[in-house]
Each structure stands twice: as C-alpha cells, then as structure tokens.
C-alpha cells in the first residue's frame, strides 16, 4: 500500500532556522500547496508550543488551519529538551504531562519523546542506574500516554543518552508496553550503527550497518523519517541530516528492508532538522521520496 509522505516542520524552526524561523502559518501553507498529506509538528517555540496556543479554543483554531490546507498531523515532537531526565526526572515528567495534554486537546494520536539526556553519565550514577532510569521513565510516560489513546515514539539518536543498538533493543524490550514504539530516523540509524556516534564506553557498530539495525528492529518500529547521512555530526552533537543523494545511504535496499521488518504505519517522514537551506530543498526531498513510494509502496 502506498504511504502518504509528511515532513517535520522543526526544521524550519531551529538550528539555523533559530534567528529567522519560516512562520508556522506559513509552513503549513506551504507545505500543503507542496502536496505533502500531513505534516509532524515540533512542539518549540517559535512554532506549536502550547504556551502559544493556551486554550483549547486556540488549538482548535491550529487544527482547523491544520486540516484546513489539506493535512493530517502525524505525530507531536514534545520539547523536553530543556531537562534532563537522569537528574530532573521528575520536573520531565511534569513537563511532558503538559504537552501530553496539548496532544490530547488538538486530537493527535502520537508523540515523540527521546531518553533526554546528553550521553554523558552524570557524577555518582552508574550506568546501570541511568539505564533503569530511562526506562522506568518511559514506562511511566508510555501508561500515561495510553490512558488516553496516544503511541509514544521513542527517537533514539547520537545527541541523547542510549544510543547503541543493543541498547535501544533492551531499552525497548524492558519498557514492554503496546503503545511504546520506535522513531527509526534513517540518519540517526547511521550514525549509531555504522559510526558508533557519541556512544558510551566501547564503541559498538554492526557489520550489516543500518539494513542489520532494521533487522533487529523487526516489529518495533511505530513511525519513520526519512533522510541522508554523510557521517558526520551536527555541531558534535547531533547526527547531520543530509538531503537525499548528498550522503551515503541506499534507500533501494534500505526501504524494502523497513517494509520487510514489518512496518505498517502509513506514513514517510521527511526529517531535515539542523539542514542549513532545509526549506529550499524540501521539494526536491518530496520528490526523491515520491519515486520510492511509487517504486516500493504499489497499491
């Protein structure tokens, strides 16, 4: 079945974006005249933070814009960037229950968090405690969120804390909650996979690279975004999410292999947080995305 394609509207907002964000009005308009199906909103302020929309009338009003140019939200990026959730777990929890409850309000049935913190241990805690930590917090986080109808999508990446592959797995495995999923971002899989990006203590890559990390996340991946990896790092930090056909990865094997891992969300992300002149080439991303879509996603 062919899937409808969404990109991520952070990308415009931060980053190099930080100084001069596209407007969110904008981007909507914008990307609904692109012909994209939906959109997967960034929860950072300048754009859909809910202290900018604070009643419920004005998150209907967002919704309405929403729907209105002809997409659907995919999923809710919560910014919970601000804590750190080994040494601040409590105030994380207290913050996400707030944008869990701009999620409910605005209807939206998913919504991204990460382990929300740097892949530092912290003085006096070991890693077997920062490990139980995370996952005692996605735990709490998933029951929350499930009351209310909503799958939380846990976006492993090089800038947070757990980021092997067999860590994602354990972590995923130990959290053991039906409405607990996986972000595979395809550049985030490079970097963990392949580079061994910003990992605690031994390095750990897979041979088989990113198709092997797929592998082993057969049945486990709840939502995907789409981009290139050159191998590098943003700013040391975060991995670079290059435009298609500008990096190393193969999506003629990489797309088949997700399919085969069992995916069945409806939905291709494109993800171009961090990119320079993200906004200049998310036509051309669409595009390069349509032709796997058309080549691998037949109805």
Not at 244 to 268: C, D, Q, R, S, T
Request: aromatic share 12%; charged share 25%; with cysteine.
């Amino acid at each position: 079945m062919k899937k409808k394609v969404s990109v991520g509207s952070a990308a415009y907002c931060f980053g190099p974006y930080a100084i001069n964000p596209v407007p969110i009005k904008t981007v909507i308009e914008e990307v609904g005249k692109m012909g994209f199906d939906g959109i997967s909103l960034g929860g950072f302020k300048p754009h859909v933070h809910p202290d900018l929309y604070p009643t419920r009338d004005d998150r209907k009003r967002l919704v309405r814009m929403i729907k209105s140019n002809n997409l659907e939200v995919v999923e809710y990026g919560a910014d919970l960037w601000s804590l750190n959730s080994l040494t601040q777990t409590d105030d994380y929890f207290k913050l996400f229950e707030k944008f869990k409850e701009f999620v409910v309000d605005c209807g939206f049935t998913m919504m991204r968090i990460d382990s929300g913190a740097p892949p530092i241990l912290p003085d006096d805690m070991s890693y077997e405690t920062a490990l139980g930590k995370v996952t005692d917090l996605f735990c709490k986080v998933s029951d929350e969120a499930e009351r209310e109808g909503i799958t939380i999508l846990w976006e492993f990446e090089p800038g947070f804390i757990f980021n092997k592959p067999s860590e994602v797995i354990e972590i995923y495995k130990n959290v053991n909650r039906k409405n607990f999923k996986i972000l595979l971002d395809t550049c985030h899989a490079n970097m963990c996979a392949v580079v061994g990006a910003r990992q605690l203590g031994e390095k750990e890559t897979l041979k088989g690279g990113v198709i092997e990390f797929i592998e082993m996340l057969k049945d486990k991946i709840g939502l995907v975004h789409l981009i290139d990896s050159d191998n590098t790092l943003h700013d040391d930090d975060t991995s670079t999410h290059t435009p298609f056909g500008l990096g190393v990865l193969n999506f003629e094997e990489i797309i088949p292999e997700i399919l085969k891992a069992g995916y069945a969300e409806k939905w291709w992300v494109i993800d171009l947080c961090f990119w320079p002149n993200a906004w200049e080439v998310t036509r051309q991303c669409k595009e390069f995305v349509d032709k796997l879509n058309n080549k691998y996603c037949v109805d």
